[in-house]
């Protein structure tokens, strides 16, 4: 039987096999054509088994070329991120400016699934019955998902592309890789700018100078302030001979209003108020051309701002604006492209750590014509408290709500403590007491006590119960503790005469009818300044001396508490262990 099956195995596959040749190698599988279309069914396993001599095995078909989407996001035409101003680079993620390109799609990624069957196992009931098709129809109205996904790419939403320090920031409010902060590179405004500022050619120059409402004397730029005023007095005689002249101007811009107890503050007071401290710090010749008082995060003020930056800006103008670091530019820069309208939206960083820009970005499409706005990194003041500080003491210090007022009715001999950063001392008085209310983060614990405690209080309780700073190992790290004294008047008990103001914290409130030597004590360096009042009101109810109610204090005692414990049980242990008799072995 089998020596037949082999005589007729020549006949019977010139019969069944077609004329044709088979090709060696089966040509590349398009996507859209599927494999069952070209490729013969194969004969049954047992007929090939007796009645074929075995083959040898086809080499399998090669895989059709991925086809990448012509549509991904572009970097950018200078190779900057938009997001924070940094030369991109993708070799070496440890290195500033690292990004990473979205995985390609194929041109079907949104091509339609197969209709569902009702015997099909794999989807569930749920599916089958039409009941989540009709949810998420519902959910997003009568607008198709493909159909909203083409109108946000027509729109370019979603296609920014920034790098990985700014996506860590946008997304998780820090950064993974602190150790690559030391390598960012230095901005130096007076350095980069000052020379288009100083010179009499060029295009009209606006400077925009930010200070924080909660920290104006810290956070004002008072440097670039100077430099402007400079070179307006060197070019206004020029000017007025009508010369070419660059003639530059400077704007006021107080941001996070919203963090002042606005209705008891009168906007025409705040408005004086921050002109008279702005030329404090950068001078008398110092000629703003307006103040304005924003608050970003609630669109406060943002409309007047940008009508007035255009306007004295013109066609062709350029406008910097320059702040402190954290002082809250990209956020307003954002809120004021929304405010236009631009297309796309805003691009900058906005996140809750100082030094997010990190170099020169063009902000295009916000003034207009041929005029441009820029967004510069944040100028490091030495003379700040946030400067020295780590990033978890920055979270403790940062004003991020209203700030509320703590006051407190305090006599000759007594002092109050803010954290670990700063003592008041009530060395001398002409009336019995006199009240004192501190601004500052409601998460930095108070105390109120004797000053002839006062060195206690350094070694026992800096670093627990007083944070900032964390860690008793902290408190020498920030420097030498150094005293500063002020004299005070007033001629009214119902409001606060004058501030105390600490660069980077916040301020003292002082309210007496009389006069009163004060001594504040802080780290070397610290700038420290007394000022005209900025707001009038106190606390309604005062506190008590001692720590005020908080997590850190409470924290701090229950660890206290615990050590205090753990020592007192083994000194028991100790006493019993040595007054026990000692047995001794019989020989």
């Known amino acids: ?89 993708s070799s070496d993620p440890a290195l500033p400016g690292f990004f990473s390109l979205p995985s390609p799609k194929s041109p079907d990624y949104r091509a339609r699934l197969a209709p569902v069957t009702a015997d099909d196992t794999r989807i569930s009931a749920s599916l089958k019955s039409g009941h989540l098709r009709e949810g998420l129809e519902a959910s997003r109205g009568d607008e198709s998902p493909a159909a909203a996904a083409e109108s946000l790419e027509a729109k370019g939403e979603g296609k920014v592309v920034v790098c990985a320090r700014c996506h860590s920031l946008r997304h998780y409010g820090h950064v993974k890789r602190p150790d690559a902060e030391r390598l960012l590179p230095d901005f130096d405004f007076v350095a980069a700018v000052g020379p288009r500022l100083a010179s009499p050619s060029g295009a009209r120059s606006l400077v925009l100078l930010l200070a924080d409402a909660s920290d104006f004397d810290g956070s004002f730029p008072r440097a670039v302030a100077r430099l402007v005023a400079a070179a307006g007095e060197a070019h206004r005689a020029d000017y007025k001979r009508g010369a070419p002249a660059n003639l530059p101007r400077a704007l006021l811009v107080v941001t996070k209003l919203d963090l002042l107890p606005t209705p008891s503050l009168s906007p025409d007071n705040v408005h004086a108020w921050a002109h008279a401290r702005a030329r404090a710090g950068a001078g008398a010749d110092l000629r703003l051309a307006g103040v304005h008082l924003v608050s970003a995060a609630r669109g406060w003020g943002v409309r007047d701002l940008l009508d007035h930056v255009r306007e004295l800006a013109g066609a062709r103008g350029n406008v910097w604006a320059v702040g402190a670091r954290n002082v809250g530019k990209s956020t307003l820069l954002n809120a004021i492209a929304r405010c236009s309208g631009v297309a796309g939206g805003p691009t900058l960083t906005e996140a809750p750590v100082p030094g997010t820009t990190l170099d020169v970005i063009k ?33 403790l210090v940062q004003v991020s709500k209203e700030m509320r007022p703590r006051t407190y009715r305090i006599k000759t001999g007594q002092s109050i403590h803010i954290g670990g950063l700063v003592r008041l001392d009530i060395e001398e008085l002409t009336i019995g007491s006199i009240y004192v209310t501190v601004w500052a983060s409601a998460l930095v614990p108070l105390h109120m006590g004797k000053t002839e405690n006062a060195a206690t209080m350094i070694k026992e309780h800096f670093g627990l119960q007083l944070q900032p700073p964390i860690g008793q190992e902290r408190v020498n790290e920030l420097g030498k503790w150094v005293r500063k004294q002020f004299k005070v008047s007033g001629n009214s008990w119902d409001i606060n005469s004058m501030d105390i103001a600490i660069a980077g914290l916040g301020w003292f409130g ?35 001396a001692g720590f005020t109610v908080s997590t850190i204090v409470s924290q701090a005692d229950s660890m206290t508490n615990k050590l205090k414990s753990t020592k007192r049980t083994n000194k028991n242990k100790e006493s019993r262990a040595s007054s026990s008799p000692s047995t001794v072995p019989e020989p």
Request: charged content about 15%; proline content about 15%; hydrophobic content about 35%.
């Open 510 to 544: 002082v309210g007496l009818k009389g006069e009163a030597v004060l001594g504040l004590w802080t780290y070397d360096g610290v700038d420290v300044v007394s000022r005209s009042s900025l707001v009038h009101v106190r606390a309604s109810i005062f506190e008590e």
């Open 363 to 395: 902000v295009d499409g916000v003034l207009g014509a041929q005029a441009k706005l820029f967004d510069t990194p944040g100028l490091l003041h030495g003379h700040q408290l946030t400067s020295r500080l780590t990033r978890e003491e920055l979270k």
């Open 1 to 89: 039987m089998l020596s037949r099956a082999r005589r007729l195995q020549p006949t019977i596959r010139r019969l069944l096999l077609p004329t044709s040749p088979a090709p060696s190698r089966p040509p590349p599988l398009l996507p859209h054509h599927p494999a069952s279309a070209h490729t013969p069914k194969p004969f049954p396993i047992l007929f090939r088994r007796h009645l074929c001599s075995p083959a040898p095995p086809t080499p399998p078909p090669s895989p059709p070329p991925a086809v990448v989407s012509s549509d991904l996001p572009s970097v950018g035409t200078n190779g900057v991120c938009p997001g924070c101003g940094i030369a991109m680079q």
